[in-house]
């Protein structure tokens, strides 16, 4: 059983389309979180969810929207997608919002044409 | 804001003993973490410091020193499957971010 599976993995589209990843754990943690890592491999922060509320907004454009329906699910909303989107987009969860051992899902490379 | 230094890259041969240091900065501490990834993969968790001194796990070590906001990952016996990127991470006590630093990419050679 995968602990935190988010889907699509691979996901090309074009400019100006809008798209959405989705991510379940069947942890049973609390917190989830979605990260951007870029060509360099840079691991930035997006959101945070604990207990299915809002923790962590980073500033992101307004394009981007999560959506946490109950705690084991955090998706992730893109409008009008930019070829400066193109990354791999990771969900990750924790058991809380302080515990720093986080499960990170398998990863979905986005590439914007 | 959280900022989190290590070195971009580190090469050695393999059985050779890699040391990745880390320093930060942070308001307030819950610990260091270290992750590993690997090519096309996603972040693992490796260990974790919440009091100073050195923890042990099989060939890896970890080590905190709170006081010079600095820790390190200790890689022994270094195998080729040890080829991969390194991360710290701190979590914030002041807005619980969990911060990552920009990776340290290893690579073993024979």
């Known amino acids: 059983d995968t602990a935190v599976s988010q889907t699509p993995k691979y996901l090309v589209t074009q400019m100006g389309n809008d798209k959405s990843i989705k991510c379940e754990q069947n942890?049973?943690?609390?917190?989830m979180y979605w990260y951007k890592q870029d060509s360099k491999k840079f691991l930035k922060i997006m959101f945070s969810y604990n207990n299915k509320e809002l923790i962590i907004n980073e500033t992101v454009p307004n394009r981007f929207s999560p959506k946490s329906p109950d705690k084991a699910h955090l998706n992730l909303h893109i409008n009008s997608l930019e070829l400066g989107d193109s990354a791999v987009y990771f969900c990750a969860s924790s058991q809380d919002h302080v515990n720093t051992e986080a499960f990170f899902g398998q990863g979905t490379r986005l590439t914007v044409v | 804001g959280q900022s989190l230094e290590q070195p971009s890259e580190v090469t050695a041969v393999e059985g050779a003993i890699v040391q990745i240091n880390c320093t930060y900065q942070t308001s307030g501490f819950y610990g260091l973490s270290w992750y590993q990834q690997h090519d096309g993969g996603a972040p693992t968790f490796l260990s974790y410091?919440?009091?100073?001194g050195l923890e042990e796990t099989g060939r890896f070590s970890s080590f905190l020193s709170r006081s010079d906001s600095y820790g390190y990952l200790l890689l022994q016996e270094l195998q080729m499957k040890d080829s991969a990127s390194y991360f710290c991470a701190v979590r914030s006590a002041a807005d619980y971010k969990l911060s990552f630093g920009a990776g340290t990419t290893v690579t073993v050679r024979a």
């Open positions: 410091n919440a009091l100073d």
């Open positions: 942890l049973g943690h609390d917190t």
